[in-house]
């Protein structure tokens, strides 16, 4: 029995991989809170084992009763309390960072499905279950999911974030070491939750270069044109011409006038509002009711791809401005198209059927 | 050793007390006598802990490979039912519902509580809560979580939520019972002279613990209320594929199920307090800020709930404020903590089996407590949130401390409640067993979860194998550990040693009645002329 456990303790880890920048800083405090609370176990051990000890009950030896102590009671209340409040600020200033991604941070779009992980790359690459990283370059992740809630995690990075159906959230990180690292779901979602798992690629930047040159059926905003004239957004929203709906070229990230009087910034979440129910909010100067509402008709995946193209028609802020720009070539897009094929058997990864 | 007195010959032949009184089984499930409610209940509960505790012998053992034993089905459905049968059928009742049933009507110098058959009512409305949901195991199970999270629960599971959910609901309004009998008795029922400030501390935890429960469980009955809406007539409210929000339910469920943790570890905090200073023969230290301390965790366990969505699209500044209340929190349990090592010093200590629980709870619930501090804090929360660190954490809290609280008073008060002592040597080798078993059990779950093995997976990577044998053999000697009191119990009801009213020297009204008590407690209502824990004069005052 013993003989046959001894090779799963021969690799047991006891420290978790340290893969991105972060994990280092979330470590450091992790570690600070640790030593604080072994140091404080410690002395309350000591404290009952020295009390029970010598003033274990004896023979012609009797308690002696005390009141208690205001002074002792505000010393172990207030200073227990400034310790918290260090732990508090350190943690708040991590968990800021964690939530604010710089501006020149490479875009992954990530959808949570029961019970699979959705990766979509600018350029047009797909993956299941596998995202593929340069080392050394800020991700950020938009995670979005077409069902219940899952949470998108990354243990050797520290990074987590509950994928939350109905809205986007958004995670980034700095992976700093090149290997493959787990990624799991942590929010209970059923059945097959413990296979909603997959694994973190990191190369190094030429590495990945090399990974990401080409886009199978063009780029994230090529695919998203597609759908915008298949789904007849077309007609209305055109290009130039004021129509019966708003001109989307030169829209993302500015403000937009609402019909209640109020103004909003069109990023990502309002597009995914607009194009999933249009009524919801409703541009200063049109009427309402009068695009069609796509919830249930597109899937997050398309309704990421269509904010990629709106994107693309704001100039200031290209398609593909990492980096790589898309060098579609028949042979890279197969190549893709293969991969796609062989991380899931059961999809075309190329193109999105409607 | 020397103050106990098993036995004593003194003792006349069958008195009249409240056990053999009356007999039957009418006598029984037609009581009003707080104390057979009591025991009504403790059997009840006693019953679920041992269902619930068998689906975590199952799922353990499917966690021994790292491919899973059984199907992902059932073993979703055992952590499942796992967590909704302790949670909601034994941690939330245990305590309140059965000692402090017992002890607080005697403890205030009372004969019965406030409204006896609505504490009966409290109990027929458990057991119709109880059959709801083991009809719900019965029929295949739940696989939510004990969570119920939406819109999983709402839409998407095939499983018997609404039985599972209706049986919590039904049990709630037991719970809300309980709460506000005990808060009226505290109120209203009091003997002369038992004025607020020489209750005892078990009293005040248990009055504590009633607020939570009857402000914080309607909260409860509405969000399943709601969710059943959603389930069955597809009214949007949590699903945001028909207009919902799945984070309301998060607010809604947190805002009743953080104050539950509370619920579920005060009235334990309690039984450490009377343990602690019986086995030192010493007033509490510092008693006012003892008593204080636990309507502190009352009021701030209501201001908590949103450190559950750190990680959950809740506003970056709403996470903020959230953390620094969580930390506000844990400075009453410290006081506690701090207070009862204190209550050791200068006294006469002995290690008897409730003394051994006592220990047992001040070890695991700091380290439960104090790991509490690694989630509160935004910053590690990333890092350890849904992961095995929060099952090792939580388990600490309520197994470590709550159920050791459980068995240190069930031991304590064993005598007061069956007139007779249970077996010393045996108790103390299973308090013992229970010890190494819960840390083996769960310390290795710390690690697992810094190594970043998240919760609810029934497979997992290859290299979280060892941690999860350790765990898994712990819960097997744990197991064993629950299962010898059990049996020395029911054992000791028959052939354990009389006692005297007073077996432990204890000071407390309750230990100056016969014991077991007669049906209505006290010949003549007692005058109250000293306070708590008076087991001697002062003498000393430290600054």
Known sequence: MLASLTPLFADLPLLPERAATQAGDIDALFWFITAICFVMTVLIFLGVVAFAYKYRRRENAHAVQIEGSTKLELTWSILPFLVMLVMFAWGADLYFRAQSPPKDAMEVFVTGKQWMWKIQYPDGLREINELHVPAGQPVKLTLASEDVIHSFSIPAFRVRHDVVPGHYDTIWFTADKPGRYHLFCTEYCGNQHSKMIGWVDVMEPREYAKWASGGAGGSLAEQGQQLFQQNGCSTCHQMEQQGRCPILKGIYNKPVQLSDGRTVIADDAYLRESILDANAKIVNGFEPNIMPNFKGQLSEENVIQLIAYIKSLSPAVPASQQGQPPTVTPSAASRAASRANTANPGQTGSQVKQ | ?543
């Open chain 2, 1 to 543: 050793m020397a103050t106990i007195a098993h036995g004593t010959p003194e003792i006349a032949a069958e008195t009249v007390n409240y056990l053999n009184v009356e007999h039957g089984w009418k006598s029984w499930l037609f009581t009003t006598d707080h104390k057979r409610i009591a025991v009504l209940y403790l059997i009840s509960i006693t019953l679920m802990f041992f269902v619930g505790g068998l689906m975590a012998v199952l799922f353990r053992i499917n966690l021994l490979e790292p491919e899973g034993i059984f199907s992902p089905e059932t073993y979703n459905r055992l952590f499942s039912m796992h967590g909704i049968i302790m949670v909601f059928f034994f941690l939330v009742p245990s305590i309140p519902a059965t000692l402090a049933n017992f002890l607080i009507p005697i403890m205030v110098g009372a004969k019965d509580l406030a409204f006896p058959r609505v504490n009966l009512l409290s109990w027929y409305i458990y057991v119709i809560g109880a059959l709801l949901t083991m009809y719900a195991v019965i029929r295949g199970g739940v696989d939510t979580g004990w969570t119920f999270y939406a819109p999983y629960s709402s839409t998407y599971s095939n499983s018997y939520v609404l039985a599972a959910a209706f049986g919590v609901f039904t049990a709630g309004f037991s719970s809300i019972l309980t709460g506000l009998n005990f808060i009226v008795t505290v109120h209203k029922m009091r003997a002369p002279g038992m004025s607020w400030g020489r209750l005892p501390l078990f009293v005040w935890s248990n009055y504590a613990t009633g607020l939570i429960q009857v402000l914080g469980t309607p909260v409860l009955a509405i969000v399943l209320l709601l969710l059943a809406f959603e389930r069955i007539a597809h009214v949007g409210i949590f699903d945001p594929n028909i207009g919902g929000d799945p984070i309301l339910f998060q607010h809604l469920f947190w805002f009743y199920s953080h104050p539950a943790v509370y619920i579920m570890i005060l009235p334990g905090m309690g039984v450490i307090s009377e343990i602690i200073s019986c086995f030192s023969r010493k007033r509490v230290f510092g008693y006012s800020f003892v008593a204080f301390s636990s309507m502190a965790i009352a009021v701030l366990s209501f201001v908590v709930w949103g450190h559950h969505m750190f990680l959950t699209g809740q506003s970056m500044y709403t996470s903020l404020a959230f953390s620094f209340l969580s930390m506000m929190v844990a400075v009453p349990s410290a006081i506690k903590v701090f207070n009862w090592t204190a209550t050791m010093y200068k006294g006469s200590v002995s290690f008897d089996t409730p003394m051994l629980y006592a220990f047992g709870f001040i070890g695991l619930f700091t380290i439960g407590g104090l790991t509490g501090l690694h989630l509160a804090t935004l910053g590690t929360d990333i890092a350890l949130h849904g992961t095995y660190f929060i099952v090792a954490h939580f388990h600490y809290v309520m197994v470590g401390g709550m159920v050791m609280a459980f068995m240190g008073g069930l031991h304590f008060w064993w005598p007061k409640i069956t007139g007779r002592m249970y077996p010393e040597a045996w108790s103390k080798f299973a308090a013992l067993i229970v010890f190494v078993g819960f840390n083996l059990t769960f310390f290795p779950q710390f690690i697992l979860g810094y190594l970043g093995m998240p919760r609810r997976y029934h497979a997992y990577p290859p290299e979280f194998q060892a941690l999860n044998v350790l765990s898994s053999a712990g819960a097997s000697i744990l197991g064993v550990g629950y299962l010898i009191p059990m049996v020395y119990m029911i054992w000791s009801l028959k052939n354990g040693p009389k006692v005297g009213p007073n077996p432990w020297g204890a000071a407390g009204l309750e230990w100056k009645i016969p014991s077991p008590p007669t049906t209505f407690n006290f010949d003549e209502t007692p005058i109250v002329t000293e306070e708590a824990y008076n087991y001697g004069p002062l003498e000393e005052v430290i600054g």
